[in-house]
Structures are given as structure tokens and as C-alpha cells.
T-cell receptor, first 109, second 114 residues
Framework: RKEVEQDPGPFNVPEGATVAFNCTYS??????FFWYRQDCRKEPKLLMS???SGNEDGRFTAQLNRASQYISLLIRDSKLSDSATYLC??????????FGAGTTVTVRA | EPEVTQTPSHQVTQMGQEVILRCVPI?????FYWYRQILGQKVEFLVS????????KSEIFDDQFSVERPDGSNFTLKIRSTKLEDSAMYFC????????????FGSGTQLSVL
């Protein structure tokens, strides 16, 4: 089983729509979780951390379900600038982040 | 915002040649990483480095790879004898704290092995 599995998409949504997607992870010992964003052929950038109680950052909401070993990301009121690949990232230990292959979101005008 | 700087942005080399990829970390960061991304694939962990020694490395990071901080500022990745399958984007990343939540990535070096 892969360390991290994500629906590759693409999710094609109109501006203003809500889009949500999940990620599953295999290692139950993962300590913490993050969503990174990667634009085409650019470096990954931290979007947000994912806390056990769930958390919001503006239009972005992240949830963690440790029992089922998945995390989710929801984007409300999508903007054209949200078009990117979203990488699910469990932290396995202090020295290693393991990146998922990513979910591609395309927001159209 | 402070930046991680990588040079060169593109490197073309012949199979079997040695390459050195360079990274200048953010000045107060102590934890350094190399990741790579083959075109169309996921970002893969190569190695982490702290206090002048490797903390962890992946299966990809075999004897052909090495890392060092030769002058206390630059952080380098050396590939001794490049193979075609080493062609990828190589990202350097740094963090201030152990287990730092936020990794700061450089913009990458695109390595093409011919």
C-alpha cells in the first residue's frame, strides 16, 4: 500500500464553486499533516497544517480523521488562482515529510 | 519573505558525469533536505541533513549521492555518475526547527541527463 494516496483529479470547477477532496495515508504513526500547493513545475508551498479538531484558513478547510486515516481539504468560493495541484503531506518523523502525488484542481471562469 | 536559493536553475549533463547542485539555505535554518520530482510524478524525499550529518535518507539516495555543507553556508547535493533516470527537478528545502512544520523550498534545479 502506498504511503499516501490521492485522487489525481483533475477537478474542473467554475469560479465560486466548492470543491473537496481526500487523501488517505497508510502509516498510523504519522505525527502531523499538511496540505501543500504546487503550481506547474514550481516548488511546493505550504498551504496549511491539519489539526485533529479540523481547521479553517480563509476559504480553505482541512479535516483529519485518524480512525480512518484520511485527511480532506475543502475550498469554498473557488478563485481562478486556486488552480494548482494540492499535495497531501503526512509527517512521518522529524526528518521526513512524505508527499502524495497530488490532486489537480482547475478553476474555470 | 526569506528565500532558499538554488543554482543552477537548469543543468544539462552527459550520462556518467558528476553534477553538483547547490542550495543556499535561509540564514537561521538548521535543517536541510533534498527532494526530487521526476516529470509527472510525485515529490520524493531523498535526504535530510542536520548538524553536518545525514539524519535520514531514502532508498533513492544510494552511494552515487552525497550531501555536504562545505563552507557552512552552501548545502550541496552531488551525484557522482549520473544516469538517465536521474533526470528530474531537484528541490532543496530548509526548516528552522527540528520537525519544523513549514519547509521552505527553493525553486529547484532541473537536471537533464543525456
Amino acid at each position: 500500500r502506498k504511503e499516501v494516496e490521492q485522487d489525481p483529479g483533475p477537478f474542473n470547477v467554475p469560479e465560486g464553486a466548492t470543491v473537496a477532496f481526500n487523501c488517505t495515508y497508510s502509516n498510523s504513526a504519522s505525527q502531523s499533516f499538511f496540505w501543500y500547493r504546487q503550481d506547474c513545475r514550481k516548488e511546493p508551498k505550504l498551504l496549511m497544517s491539519v489539526y485533529s479538531s479540523g481547521n479553517e484558513d480563509g476559504r480553505f478547510t482541512a479535516q483529519l480523521n485518524r480512525a480512518s486515516q484520511y485527511i480532506s481539504l475543502l475550498i469554498r468560493d473557488s478563485k481562478l488562482s486556486d488552480s494548482a495541484t494540492y499535495l497531501c503531506v503526512p509527517k512521518l518523523n522529524d526528518y521526513k515529510l512524505s508527499f502524495g502525488a497530488g490532486t489537480t484542481v482547475t478553476v474555470r471562469a | 519573505e526569506p528565500e532558499v536559493t538554488q543554482t543552477p536553475s537548469h543543468q544539462v549533463t552527459q550520462m556518467g558525469q558528476e553534477v553538483i547542485l547547490r542550495c543556499v539555505p535561509i540564514s537561521n535554518h538548521l535543517y536541510f533536505y533534498w527532494y526530487r520530482q521526476i516529470l509527472g510524478q510525485k515529490v520524493e524525499f531523498l535526504v535530510s541533513f542536520y548538524n553536518n550529518e545525514i539524519s535520514e535518507k531514502s532508498e533513492i539516495f544510494d552511494d552515487q549521492f552525497s550531501v555536504e555543507r562545505p563552507d557552512g553556508s552552501n548545502f550541496t547535493l552531488k551525484i557522482r555518475s549520473t544516469k538517465l533516470e536521474d533526470s528530474a527537478m531537484y528541490f532543496c528545502a530548509t526548516a528552522r526547527d527540528r520537525g519544523g512544520e513549514k519547509l521552505f523550498f527553493g525553486s529547484g534545479t532541473q537536471l537533464s541527463v543525456l
